[in-house]
């Protein structure tokens, strides 16, 4: 009973991260219950990011630049190594790291056939030059070490500095409920106080 | 430090019911991932839903033609009247309800300046021809009870049967945790067994 273009809308929703149908459902409806120019300005802002938003040639953020503004501005001794643009966003938010960052733009999977040719490492390797410190901030799963791991193979030999995100209990969490990996990582990985 | 077009797409999508910053950040993210192909598909099934889809000139639920295939085949003897489209699609899903529905687009809403010619009432009255029963399924707010009251206080007197959605504890719920309005409604409108 639902109109074609209606339900279409509803699958493109259900594209996005997280997005049930109930959810996809709902945002539809918003987007009919908006003005025209609204939906239009909506439509708009989807073309234009993907149109003018590219990656930055050297630490492969998103950008709108050819280098982004980071790149040109901020202390290249440090390194901070992700795997998605995304998680820059998650550090830059703490307002307390200076160094610039570098997007692998994925982590090695040899179930889905990703290798280190497949994703921005040669680039990371390219930009050494000067580097005192390599901060490893993969995902800590077993991609995200898979990775760090290889990386650090090929770095630490140069003389640089290679560290990792700590890891442990999550600060405000109760060790009671903490899984058994995380646990055992934040004993044997515990600090002098 | 996010490049605008990416800052514009967050806001967009923070126009969405219920999207905070984190998931706009998210749905944003996931449309630069996209390939170009499928951003574009995303854009124009938004601009597609809004050109295509009208409001049925009987029952006022979204549709692409004149009228809605349900208004064309259902019992047109029994109308379940509700705020908006979407509402329709709750009680759509029960598949238990066999007659047609009138959606008002809106409640009466004194605070907001909205009065009974600015929502579909006009157009309910019309339909009233060989109609046995007129049920109200606006929101148990005070709109929408308020909507309901009257449009009752216009329909009884012409002799046809109004019904209200019933009221009460919702299923699988518990007593010890129901609203005192709620739990009051329920024992007041008790019924034998």
Redesign the interface.
């Known amino acids: 009973?639902?109109?074609?273009?209606?339900a279409?809308?509803v699958?493109?929703f259900r594209?996005?991260?997280?997005v049930g149908m109930k959810t996809a459902?709902?945002?539809?409806?918003?987007?009919?219950?908006?003005s025209?120019d609204?939906?239009?300005?909506?439509?708009?802002?989807?073309?234009?990011?993907?149109?003018?938003?590219k990656i930055c040639s050297e630490c492969g953020d998103?950008?709108?630049a050819d280098v982004?503004?980071?790149c040109l501005t901020a202390d290249k001794s440090v390194i901070c190594v992700v795997g998605?643009?995304?998680d820059i966003?998650a550090i830059?938010k703490l307002g307390t790291y200076n160094g610039v960052y570098h997007a692998l733009h994925g982590l090695l999977d040899f179930r889905k056939g990703i290798s280190a040719d497949n994703i921005r490492i040669k680039e990371l390797l390219s930009r050494l030059d000067g580097v005192k410190e390599v901060i490893l901030a993969t995902n800590p799963d077993i991609c995200g070490e898979m990775t760090a791991n290889y990386i650090a193979g090929l770095i630490k030999p140069l003389g640089i500095k290679v560290t990792r995100l700590a890891h442990g209990i999550p600060m405000g969490s109760e060790i009671e409920y903490a899984d058994e990996m995380t646990l055992g990582k934040a004993l044997s990985d515990r600090k002098e106080m």
């Open positions: 009973m639902i109109p074609a273009a209606l279409k809308l699958a493109e594209k996005l991260p997280a459902m709902r945002y539809a409806y918003s987007v009919l219950e908006m025209t609204d939906a239009e300005d909506f439509a708009a802002a989807i073309l234009e990011a993907k149109n003018k938003i998103y950008t709108d982004c503004s980071r998605e643009p995304k966003h830059e």
